[in-house]
C-alpha cells in the first residue's frame, strides 16, 4: 500500500493512504541501517510503502525517490541533517522586520539551500501592521533587494489579513512548506488561510524579542480543493547541509552571474586578482549583506561555525 507521509511527531507518522484513508506509522528498524545521515530519515511530504499490522497500525517499508527537499544541519553538534519537508513545488520563507527580527544571513541561507533543489522560494514579510515608519523603509530596502536578485516578495500582516489574497492564488494547485524563525507568524498565517486549522499560537517572548515555539511537529495541512501547506516548527538557525564549497557560488543568484567573469574558473571570490564578484561588490551591484552570507557559508566547513545567531 502506497501513499504520503502527511504529519511526523518524532515518534509516529501519519500517512494519507492513495485510497484516501489515514494511518498512523512506524519505521522498521533496518532504515536507520542505511547510511541515512538524518535525524528524520522519513519527512512530511515523503512518499512511502506501508504494511498494516494486526494493532491497526502500519510500518514503513520504503521511501521513493525525492524529487526535491529542504535541508538543513541538525541543531545539535553531530554531523546529521533534519529534512524539513520533501517533494514541495514552492517554499514560503516568513520573515519579520521586528517582533523578532529576522536576520537577512538566515534568510540567505534558506534561499541558498533552496536553490541547491531548484525549489521557488517566496519571502512573506509579516506584521507590516506593526512597523514604524523607519522599520516600513527598513522593510522596503530589503524587499527591493531580494526583488532585484529575483525572489517574489509579499508584504503582508497575518493578523490583519492583508497580503493574503495574493498568497492563496499563489499557492493554488501546490504543496508549499512554510518556514521561518519562531514567532514570526506561521501558525496564524496558517488559521487565516484555513478557516478551521485552529493551530495554536503565543506572543513572542518580552524580554528578549524572540519567538516561541508554538508548533512542535511537521504537519501537512490541506488548502482549498488541490493545495497543501506543511507547517513545520519554528527554526532559530540554518545551518547549512552538504553545499560543497565549489558548488555555492551557483546558489548565490547574483554572485553566479557576475562570477561568469573571473579570471580563475576556481575562484572563491574572496581575494583573487582579477575577480568580478570582488568588483561588483565594490560598485554596489552585489549587496554587502549577501556577500557577508556567502562568506559564512563558506567558513561552513568549520564545525564550530554552526551556532545560534544565523
Known sequence: MKGTVIKNTGSWYTVLTDMGSTVDCKIKGNFRLKGIRSTNPVAVGDKVEVVPNQEGTAFITAIEDRRNYIIRKASNLSKQSHIIAANVDIALLMVTVNYPQTSTTFIDRFLASAEAYRIPVVLLFNKTDLLSDDELHYQEMMITLYENIGYQCIAMSATKHTGLDVLRQLLEGKIAVLSGNSGVGKSTLINSLIPGAALRTSDISDAHNTGMHTTTFSEMIPFGQSSWIIDTPGIKGFGTFD?????????????????????????????????????ALGNHYIAQSRYQSYLSMLDDKDENKYREAY
Open 243 to 279: 553545499i560543497e564549497r565549489e558548488e555555492l557560488t551557483s546558489y548565490f543568484r547574483e554572485i553566479f552571474h557576475f562570477s561568469k567573469e573571473c579570471r580563475f574558473s576556481n575562484c572563491t571570490h574572496t581575494h583573487e586578482p582579477g575577480c568580478a564578484v570582488l568588483q
